[in-house]
């Protein structure tokens, strides 16, 4: 059974930072896409970024020049860097692995 544990959220003000981590458990992990996605309350969950195997990224159009994901191999770790943020970006931040696993999502809160 593959785990993804997500952490790092938290509140924050408006133009500030985080970094939400994401830790894998399985041996194959190296082989996934793996993928950041978020719910805000009453909307639809959405894929905010996604890391294939060989690091090519993609990002929603919303967060692009703000956030940056990565990852390590060799600690199994998913990284997603959120800077310059903003109340609409408040949501639960979900970690995604290629062969259909979640985590139980971290909460960020954006707000003065």
């Known amino acids: 059974q593959v785990q993804l544990v997500e952490s790092g959220g938290g509140l924050v003000q408006p133009g500030g930072s985080l970094r939400l981590s994401c830790a894998g458990t399985?041996?194959?992990?190296?082989?996934?896409?793996m993928a950041w996605h978020r719910q805000a309350p009453g909307k639809r969950r959405e894929l905010v970024a996604h890391?294939?195997?060989?690091?090519?990224?993609k990002y929603a159009e919303s967060v692009k020049g703000r956030f940056t994901i990565s990852r390590d191999n060799a600690k199994r770790m998913v990284y997603l860097q959120m800077n310059n943020l903003q109340p609409e970006d408040t949501a639960i931040y979900y970690c995604?692995?290629?062969?259909?696993?979640w985590g139980q999502g971290t909460q960020v809160t954006v707000s003065s």
């Open positions: 995604s692995s290629g062969n259909g696993f």
């Open positions: 399985d041996g194959l992990f190296s082989t996934y896409a």
């Open positions: 890391i294939d195997s060989v690091h090519i990224t």
